[in-house]
């Protein structure tokens, strides 16, 4: 157990997952970088953001993992990147993570909902939903109006875990909206926040 050991000893053994990390093959960088995020030591968060760039797939996976398991704010911008210009599994690990840390990425995600790239403002919506942040309720409004049907049913179940009362009157709007998914995220936002109407 690591919280049995020494102050020199945690040291050495965090050090020694470092350079795993840089030197070892993909399967041993892997191991490390779980290791990493499971110990949550902050000399880490350096090392796994160069492993956001690994070329081995399920090391940038565990590198995003980690990432948002320490919740170091240095992550976030790093985060955004992939979350913009990643492929798109590499960008649902980084909204994941970027929830994870939570509020040091709500204005970063504000802005990402803006973005250009579908698949962006779509993992966008999702991670401030799980970070419940009400920086995000009038953005997520707008999302509402999102020419992606699964942009607009993104934002309608991020307002619902939010639960900011100032959404039930879009969410009522929703109600009507041309994508029945949409309607129904809407509808079930609506009962969480304690909201009934009916979709006349």
Same mark, same amino acid.
Request: glycine share 4%.
């Given at each position: ?11 050495? &053994?965090? =050090? ?5 990390? !840089? !030197? ?25 953001? !160069?492993?956001?760039? =690994? ?20 992550? &976030? ?33 504000? !802005? ?35 020419? =992606? ?28 909206? =041309?994508?029945?998914? &949409? ?18």
């Amino acid at each position: 157990m690591l919280n049995a050991c020494s102050n020199e000893e945690y040291t050495r &053994v965090v =050090d020694l997952l470092i350079s795993d990390l !840089q !030197q070892g093959n993909s399967d041993t960088r892997a191991n490390a970088v779980e290791a990493l995020g499971k110990i949550k030591d902050a000399k880490a968060v350096d090392p796994l953001i !160069q492993a956001l760039r =690994d070329e081995s797939r399920k090391v940038r996976f565990s590198a995003a993992i980690a990432l948002g398991e320490i919740k170091d704010r240095r992550a &976030v911008d790093p985060l955004i990147q992939v979350l913009k210009v990643g492929s798109s599994d590499a960008q649902l690990w980084a909204a994941e993570a970027l929830a994870e840390i939570g509020e040091p990425s709500v204005s970063p995600l504000i !802005q990402a909902l803006g973005d250009s790239h579908r698949k962006v403002r779509f993992n966008a919506a999702i991670a401030m939903g799980k970070i419940k942040d009400n920086r995000a309720v009038d953005p997520l409004i707008q999302a509402l109006k999102d020419n =992606d049907s699964q942009i607009r049913s993104n934002a309608a179940e991020a307002l619902g875990n939010i639960g900011d009362t100032r959404s039930v009157r879009p969410l009522i709007q929703a109600l009507k909206d =041309d994508d029945i998914n &949409v309607r129904n995220e809407a509808a079930y936002a609506l009962k969480k926040l304690g909201s009934h109407p009916s979709a006349e």
